[in-house]
């Protein structure tokens, strides 16, 4: 299958800084990439779909100034959490996809705002 | 939008026993997935799977499309099989997976 990377695995942060979250599909070129957050025991919930040099599609709820995204390459991602606090900490996981293919997910980020 | 529902919730198995995970989903999908969430929080493919059946192992999974439910098989489980099994679908073009909300698998030995 193939492989997405995402960096770093962990972070812990005081409130206020920002933090960003890199994601790369390694042997793939993804034309859309996704990005997940899940809070402990639950489900992921979907944040945003981004595709290559556009602006990403936000789901409802989610704050779009607070969680920046840019798709600058096919295989790169970022989730950039401006202003952490500590109700943003979270697993937070991104995910790529080529065309209408199989989707993959990078390993994830833990987020610890303090 | 389109819901998905998995079942049981939770699962606790002796070693050795075989099992069966179900995903029903409400809407016709494009595509569906089944995954193992490690105790790690990575998301492991185990089947792309929209229809008809596939066995990669002790593993196996089936897809009814037209009755709007998948199964997914474990037989003769292992203490690393433990996690969670998450069923995810796509419902229409480039749309995203939407999960359902996991089944939690103990294996024991």
């Known amino acids: 299958g193939a492989v997405v990377s995402q960096h770093p695995s962990r972070v812990i942060c005081k409130s206020g800084t920002s933090v960003k979250i890199e994601c790369r599909s390694l042997?793939?070129?993804?034309?859309?990439m996704f990005w997940y957050r899940q809070f402990p025991k639950q489900s992921l919930m979907l944040m945003a779909t981004?595709?290559?040099?556009?602006?990403?599609?936000?789901e409802q709820g989610v704050e779009k100034d607070k969680f920046l995204i840019n798709h600058a390459s096919l295989t790169l991602s970022t989730l950039t959490v401006t202003s952490a606090h500590p109700e943003d900490s979270s697993f937070y996981i991104c995910?790529?996809?080529?065309?209408?293919?199989?989707?993959?997910f990078g390993p994830g980020t833990r987020l610890t705002v303090l | 939008g389109i819901q998905v529902e998995q079942s049981p919730p939770d699962l606790i198995l002796q070693e050795g026993a075989n099992s069966t995970l179900r995903c029903n989903f409400s809407?016709?999908?494009?595509?569906l997935q089944w995954f193992h969430q490690n105790p790690w929080g990575q998301l492991i493919n185990l089947f792309y799977?929209?229809?008809g059946t596939k066995q990669n192992g002790r593993l196996s999974a089936t897809t009814v499309a037209t009755e709007r439910y998948s199964l997914l098989y474990i037989s003769s489980s292992q203490t690393t099989d433990s996690g969670v099994y998450f069923c995810?679908?796509?419902?229409?073009?480039?749309?995203?997976?939407?999960f359902g909300k996991g089944t939690r698998l103990s294996v024991i030995a």
């Open positions: 995910s790529a996809r080529r065309g209408y293919d199989e989707q993959f």
């Open positions: 042997d793939f070129q993804a034309t859309t």
């Open positions: 981004s595709n290559e040099g556009s602006k990403a599609t936000y």
């Open positions: 809407d016709s999908v494009n595509n």
């Open positions: 799977i929209p229809s």
């Open positions: 995810a679908v796509v419902y229409s073009g480039n749309t995203p997976l939407v």
